[in-house]
């Protein structure tokens, strides 16, 4: 596709569902990003892949978070048990992952925690 | 104290005028990016840069690596930059993931 494509955009979630979010990079694009953006605050750093390799993992903030990017392209973030901390946009970002390429921003995700 | 901090929180401006957005920054970095979020989440990316300056159109970013500070300028101001502006730094050693400021909101009023 011409950009990053995420989906849904908006999704309202009961407190304790599980959610996923979708993100569709650029083609072509071998690395992937996943931040966190809470209300007023800059984004933050979730997960990384390089193709369907999950090389960085440090930013999830609890084994209720998983991601992953089983062929290389689209990826998927799961938010089990949510809950109200986890309302946040979520943002995909992808680039060509050669070191120091721009990055890409998908329209983010704005998940709410009821 | 984060890593990367921007000044001002908030400004707000009469069209026309000159604005400035600083960035300053405390690790070591391989590059910088001036990024720009509209209402509705969507991250656009102005410039990326290493060194020197940068000029695109109206836009005009600076960046001094010994003092490790950035600044993004806009000349004649219009109603349409009102906009949440973001620097993020990929620091060294790093996966290409970027750590980001908390933004500067601008409004510019007609």
């Known amino acids: 596709g011409a950009g990053v494509s995420q989906s849904p955009r908006y999704k309202v979630a009961k407190r304790g569902q599980d959610v996923a979010l979708r993100c569709d990079p650029i083609s072509g694009h071998v690395s992937l990003f996943w931040y966190q953006q809470a209300l007023g605050q800059g984004p933050e750093f979730l997960t990384y892949?390089?193709?369907?390799?999950?090389?960085?993992k440090s930013g999830l903030p609890s084994d209720r978070f998983f991601a992953e990017r089983p062929e290389g392209s689209v990826s998927t973030l799961k938010i089990q048990r949510t809950q109200q901390e986890d309302s946040a946009v979520y943002l995909c970002?992808?680039?060509?992952?050669?070191?120091?390429?721009?990055?890409?921003f998908g329209q983010g995700t704005r998940l709410t925690v009821v | 104290k984060n890593e990367v901090e921007q000044s001002p929180q908030n400004l707000t401006a009469q069209e026309g005028e000159f604005i400035t957005i600083n960035c300053s920054y405390s690790?070591?970095?391989?590059?910088l990016h001036w990024l720009q979020q509209h209402p509705g989440g969507g991250i656009v990316s102005l410039f990326m840069?290493?060194?020197g300056k940068k000029k695109h159109g109206r836009l005009i970013a600076t960046i001094n690596i010994q003092e490790k500070h950035s600044s993004l300028h806009i000349t004649a101001s219009h109603p349409r930059d009102s906009a949440v502006y973001i620097c993020a730094v990929r620091s060294w050693g790093n996966t290409d993931k970027l750590i980001f400021g908390t933004g500067t909101r601008l409004q510019v009023f007609p």
């Open positions: 840069l290493s060194s």
């Open positions: 892949f390089q193709n369907e390799a999950q090389l960085d």
């Open positions: 690790v070591g970095i391989s590059a």
């Open positions: 970002a992808s680039s060509l992952g050669s070191p120091g390429t721009e990055a890409f």
